[in-house]
């Protein structure tokens, strides 16, 4: 047998009570003991007695009513569960049968002396008791029981309450933390079906949207100072800011004790409702290490007269109500007398007094008659009513309407527990404040919470601040209201705090997972040049088009540099300017040898064929603009032919006239004609057919496959490269090796002329400038290669200078030199002095 602390009022129909009047149990030493020992609670709870008393208000409130259940009276019997599932279990037992601790097979064959419980207020308490009495369908209405498990209707197919599934809170909870950006979080769980549940729900939905979680300890159930110690060890290492517990208040009080004892600031905190609003937890003491504390409430609501009917209790008015006097005298340390304090009172805390009985509540502020929060109250008050209104149906059925057999209905006077059953299913009604109150097909209400943050109060107190709501009637995605404006987070902050394993990856880099870390961890690594991400946290670089390139910061595509050579850049005005002055140098040069035509040097060394070469040279200098500037289809196909074409009719000039030279001096043996077909038309004819020829093969290319202008992405990847493409290659692989051909032909037979007897011999000059020529050429090709882009064309343009430049100041220079400087040497006498050495030599 077992006897439990108790109260007790008759009525027609008893309704049990099972509340945490007491948060803990002091286990008995069992030591030599043969027989068994009623386990002692302690550590009385204000806010669970403010539960009981609001069951009571409502009963005593539904026996006046004269329209719900008329004529009926209720009664009830509370029984003290300390928060534990064993005090629990018993007291369920003995609530129904009769206050026998175990059930005999006698008692099997009849009925439950109560019908219905209310209660429990755990979780794993109320699976306890269903898994038990499940077989008789003894009904239960929890005010408190959330855990998402008791929805499983074919398991705990008796299970009502007006507390809403964990399953909405954990979901609401994860979309909390994703609102304001926490991706680290701490996770801390009760040693019960309601944390383990809660947390691992709020886990699964966390780790959808992303977050990862740091760390998940367990409280213990029974009290161990070295776990506790180890939680808060992990609590203080973890670089996560944010906690998130699932725990009933009394075993969430030893840790946030210790959390505050050891001074752990600058968390923040995320409460369930068990213990979001628990006076135990929500003190002055904890407030500087819970401060801004945020977390899901049961709705709030007020109940009329309720703080009327509490202040309003006294030990000498209800004798028979063990809990009141309890209340006494832990509220006012007072001791009611000789017949001594409740057995649940701890004597060595109480002080030495006795209570006068005129301590007057109404003016002492207590957990009790705060009715400011009435949150779980009310949900008891909701339950009392909702099986009020169902055995108000139960009463209303006629016979021929009911759900027995022949539609028979039960006697109030006489039901049983699952008849009792049938009705709570259905049950539908709306409270005198408005609100409708119903139970889906698992037992569970429509679900709702407050959103509330903790403040400080001018004394230092905590002041509960609704700053949001949560709706499940609202829709997938819209049940979260937040108002952020009002929150204060942990120490004061107005600021959201940062919870993350490593901080955000700005746009312009990528998330790389760290190798066996949470996703969460990660480091972040610049994109590669040509990829931007301009999103935080992405997981991959976006390639920028073929014709963008990502900026500095690798976080926006910009239009790529589109390079060539300009004429307003340095180097095109260097090279434009050396180009213009080449075409004024060979000018001048002409008008020298115009004006001093008539002199020998100029009429010794074949005029026409030296002014052709000047226009030649002149076309040579000109031509090298067309390669500066943006290139254009008429700027790519004359670029290249009036370079091959210039260059030949400049070779060809000087090849006739090194040819001249060697036939000159041939024709002064004896018997030799050759100098007749070496005439001046032949020699222009000559010039003519080279260059004719190149000009054929300038024009095949311009038909075949002409050049044209093209932005190359192959040289770099930064910038467009926008040069003239050769359209065939061949083509102009032809017109360079005739070029070279003619100039290694002149070079040949100007280096066989070139010791020629003639006080000026023309052909050693040629030599140095077909030299000249072919080294500048030679080393174009390489340096041309290696240098793509607009350094490639400064090359090109920088060989047709060089060897222009070679070709004028080589041939040209010594005649200018005589004729303005040595006039003394430009006489015919002069001229021919060694030839006529020569003819000496040769007639002896």
Not at 283 to 294: A, N, R, Y
Not at 727 to 752: P, R, T
Not at 777 to 803: D, M, R
Request: glycine residues 6%; proline residues 4%; charged residues 15%.
């Amino acid at each position: 047998m077992f006897n439990v602390s108790t109260i007790f009022e008759d009525g027609d129909v008893i309704l049990a009570g099972l509340f945490p009047i007491h948060y803990r149990i002091i286990q008995p030493d069992s030591s030599f003991q043969v027989k068994a020992v009623t386990p002692q609670c302690e550590g009385f709870d204000f806010r669970s007695f403010r539960w009981v008393q609001t069951m009571i208000f409502a009963i005593q409130e539904i026996n006046r009513d004269e329209l719900l259940l008329p004529n009926i009276k209720l009664g009830f019997q509370i029984y003290d569960t300390c928060a534990t599932h064993t005090q629990s279990l018993r007291a369920a037992l003995a609530s129904t049968n009769g206050k026998n601790e175990e059930i005999s097979k006698q008692d099997c064959k009849g009925f439950s002396t109560i019908p219905v419980i209310v209660g429990d207020s755990g979780s794993t308490q109320s699976m306890i008791i269903q898994r038990t009495l499940g077989a008789f369908r003894i009904p239960m209405v929890s005010y408190f029981a959330s855990c998402a498990c008791l929805s499983h209707r074919n398991k705990f197919p008796a299970f009502f309450r007006t507390m809403p599934s964990d399953a909405h809170q954990a979901q609401g909870v994860a979309q909390l933390v994703k609102r304001f950006g926490w991706t680290w979080i701490g996770a801390i769980a009760g040693d019960d079906d309601y944390g383990h549940n809660g947390i691992q729900a709020f886990s699964d939905a966390v780790r959808k949207l992303g977050v990862c979680i740091a760390f998940t300890e367990v409280i213990p159930k029974i009290y161990s100072r070295k776990r506790i110690l180890q939680i808060t060890e992990t609590i203080k290492t973890s670089t996560a800011r944010v906690i998130v517990m699932f725990a009933i208040e009394g075993d969430a009080y030893p840790l946030i004790r210790e959390v505050v004892k050891q001074n752990l600031t600058g968390r923040q905190w995320i409460a369930s409702e068990a213990w979001v609003t628990s006076a135990l937890i929500a003190t002055k003491e904890h407030f500087l290490t819970l401060s801004g504390t945020i977390g899901f409430a049961i709705p709030k609501s007020e109940i009329p007269g309720l703080r009327s009917f509490l202040l309003h209790v006294h030990p000498f008015k209800s004798p028979n109500n063990p809990f009141v006097r309890e209340l006494w005298e832990t509220l006012f340390q007072c001791s009611l007398g000789a017949s001594g304090p409740n057995k649940g009172i701890d004597k060595s805390k109480v002080p030495h007094g006795q209570c006068t009985g005129i301590e007057d509540l109404n003016n002492t502020y207590s957990i009790y008659s705060d009715v400011s929060e009435l949150r779980v109250s009310y949900n008891v008050y909701k339950a009392i009513y909702t099986i009020a209104h169902a055995l108000h149906n139960l009463d209303s059925c006629k016979n021929g309407t009911g759900f027995l057999s022949n539609n028979t209905c039960a006697n109030i006077f006489n039901f049983k527990p699952w008849q009792l059953l049938h009705y709570l299913k259905e049950v539908r009604f709306t409270t005198k404040l408005g609100e409708e109150i119903y139970f889906n097909e698992n037992g569970d209400p429509l679900a709702s919470y407050d959103i509330i943050n903790w403040h400080k109060n001018a004394d230092g107190s905590i002041k509960y601040v609704q700053v949001g709501s949560f709706n499940a009637a609202l829709g997938l995605g819209n049940e979260l209201l937040i108002n952020e404006e009002n929150i204060i987070w942990h120490n004061g902050q107005m600021t959201v705090p940062q919870s993350v394993c490593t901080e955000r990856c700005p746009p312009g880099t990528r998330k790389a997972i760290r190798s066996g870390q949470p996703l969460c961890c990660s480091d972040c690594l610049p994109c590669p040049d040509g990829e931007i991400t301009n999103d935080t946290d992405s997981l991959n670089c976006i390639p920028c088009a073929l014709e963008d390139w990502s900026n500095l910061q690798k976080n926006q595509c910009i239009p790529k540099e589109i390079e060539f050579l300009a004429f307003d850049e340095a180097m095109g005005i260097t090279l434009t300017t050396v180009s213009l002055l080449g075409t004024a140098s060979t000018m001048s040069v002409a008008g020298v040898l115009w004006y001093y035509r008539k002199t020998p040097i100029v009429r010794a060394n074949n005029s026409e064929l030296s002014f052709l070469l000047l226009v030649s040279l002149m076309f040579c200098f000109l031509c090298s603009l067309t390669f500066i500037g943006q290139p254009s289809v008429w700027s790519c196909m004359l670029r290249h032919t009036l370079f091959g074409v210039s260059f030949v009719l400049c070779i060809s000039c000087v090849l006739a006239k090194t040819l001249v030279v060697l036939v000159a001096f041939r024709a002064t043996l004896p018997s030799n004609n050759m100098m007749k077909w070496f005439g001046t038309l032949q020699q222009l004819l000559s010039v003519l057919a080279c260059t004719v020829l190149q000009l054929v093969i300038c024009v095949a290319w311009l038909l075949v496959s002409s050049p044209f202008p093209v932005k190359q992405t192959k040289y770099y990847n930064e910038k467009i490269i926008f040069e003239c493409d050769l359209g065939s290659v061949m083509a102009f692989s032809c017109v360079l090796g005739y070029i070279g051909l003619l100039s290694c032909v002149s070079f040949v037979l100007a280096f066989f002329a070139r010791k020629l007897p003639d006080n000026f011999n023309e052909a050693k000059f040629i030599t140095f400038s077909m030299l000249i020529f072919c080294a500048v050429w030679l080393a174009f090709i390489p340096a041309y290669i290696s240098s793509p882009g607009k350094y490639a064309v400064a090359v090109e343009i920088f060989a047709i200078l060089a060897s222009s430049f070679g070709l004028l100041i080589c041939i040209f220079a010594p005649k200018c030199y005589i004729i303005l400087l040595k006039p003394e040497r430009n006489t015919k006498k002069h001229l021919m002095n060694k030839t006529g050495q020569l003819k000496t030599y040769q007639s002896s």
